[in-house]
Each structure stands twice: as C-alpha cells, then as structure tokens.
C-alpha cells in the first residue's frame, strides 16, 4: 500500500532568493525587486519611481519610499522607467537629492526616450502639440464656469496631471533625472524576440514588452483598454471643442486643436 510523503518544509532560516516591494502610494508606481546571484551577492531593480499630482501629499510620500529603498540598499544595478508619466517618473526630479545617496549602475528605458532615434522623434513632436493643445484647452476652461464643460474640464485637467507637477514642472525633466542616474549605461530597449538575461542569474529572464516599433500599432486612438494614452488625450480634446461650439450656438469660434500633419506617417 503506497504512502503519502510529507514534504520538508523550508528553513525558516533560508534566505528568499528574490523579494519583491510594491509601495502603495496611490495613483502611481515603484517596485524594488531584489534576486540572488549564483554567488550570494543581491542584484537590485527599481521600477518606477512616481506619484500622481492628484494625490495629497504627493512629494513626501515618495521621500518616504526613498528612504526606504536607501534602508534596503545602497546601489541599484538598474533602474527602469516605463513610460514618461509623472506618476511613474516624478520621484526621480522630486527627490533627486536622496537618490544621490544611491549609486545606480544602468537605467533601462523605452527606445521612444532615446533623443537620437528618428522614430522617437516624430512621436515627440505629436506629443509635444498634443499636450499644447490640452494646456490650451485647459486655459479656456478656466475662464468659464459653465457646468456642462465641469466634466470636461475635470478630464482635462486630470491628462495634463500625469504630465507636469504641482509646480509646472513637466515630465521631461523627471526623465532626464533619471538618464542622468546612471553610472554606466542607458539601454533604449524595443519588444525582441530574445529576452534580456542578467550575469549570474540564469533563471532570470526580461521580457520588453513595448513600445512596439511598428507604426501600425503606435496609433493616436487606442483600444478603450488602454489608459492614460494619447488617444483619450485627444479624445478629451475633440470633446472640449464639441461643447464649446455648443455653447457658442454652434458657431466655430474656437480652432480645431487637431492637426492632421500630427500623425505619424
């Protein structure tokens, strides 16, 4: 008659092989991971470093998440920044000071940060009129207290959040921040086929899943599951002047803030 094995439990002593902290800060992002290397040595990652400007109290929490960070480690061998919102950068130009206590060796971001490559270029300039157009948006609204533009306005309001500070700051700065940290190498990474492996963890595979290069899928109106884009940018923006021709009777009196040179080719 065949027995059931228990299985042995693990030293309660063995140290965990990777940790993982997610810091709750709200409408934002940071996660430090930390593996251990084939020779006990820790290889440290941060992901993101960021707070929304909605949220109250913004810049201290992210203080309090460094202060953290630095209380674990005092080296990070890469740091990564997703994507250039202020509610995954902000940390890195609010809190610029304490991270001067932590040497980073590599800062790993999208191909589309890279100043040099002519694709990210192009989608800088849309950006750039984009967002030029919400603050124009954004300026009109203030100056009218028309109950059927709040929403509106609201919205609005809530896009430009995730791409200047508190202060005005823009989020570029947060980036260039972050470039500026690393002490070795800034890797402008594209979806591969091949995953990026890191030395002396090879059970550790990275997978860039984006931004995709091909022009196809970087689309000014993306799929209604996708958040935060340009797409809702510019939706917000067709929405403003719809309302505003309505309240001038339908009159045109306001440019259309959409250029069609802004897309891509």
Not at 12 to 23: D, E, G, H, L, S
Not at 161 to 172: A, D, W
Not at 181 to 194: D, I, W
Request: charged content about 25%; aromatic content about 8%.
């Amino acid at each position: 008659m065949a027995t059931r094995k228990t299985a042995k439990r693990a030293s309660p002593k063995a140290p965990a092989q990777a940790t993982v902290r997610f810091y709750c800060q709200g409408i934002g992002d940071s996660h430090l991971l930390r593996f251990q290397k084939a020779d006990g040595k820790d290889f440290w990652m941060l992901i993101d470093c960021g707070i929304h400007t909605s949220v109250k109290g913004g810049p201290r929490t992210v203080d309090a998440i460094v202060a953290d960070i630095s209380s674990a480690t005092d080296r990070l061998d890469v740091v990564v920044g997703t994507h250039e919102h202020w509610d995954h950068l902000s940390g890195f130009w609010t809190a610029r000071e304490a991270f001067k206590n932590i040497k980073v060796d590599e800062v790993w971001v999208g191909w589309t940060e890279n100043p040099e490559d002519a694709q990210a270029q192009e989608l800088d300039k849309f950006k750039g009129k984009a967002l030029a157009a919400l603050q124009g948006a954004q300026d009109k609204l203030s100056k009218t207290d028309s109950k059927h533009l709040a929403a509106v306005r609201d919205g609005v309001n809530g896009l430009l959040g995730f791409h200047f500070g508190l202060e005005g700051q823009k989020v570029r700065a947060c980036r260039d921040a972050l470039v500026g940290m690393a002490s070795k190498k800034v890797r402008y990474l594209a979806p591969s086929k091949r995953p990026l492996t890191i030395p002396g963890l090879p059970n550790l595979r990275v997978y860039v899943m984006g931004p995709p290069r091909d022009e196809g899928y970087i689309s000014i109106r993306e799929r209604k599951s996708e958040m935060y884009g340009l797409g809702q940018a510019l939706a917000r923006a067709e929405s403003l002047m719809a309302a505003m021709q309505s309240e001038d009777g339908g009159r045109r009196t306001h440019p259309h803030l959409l250029n069609p040179t802004w897309v891509l080719s």
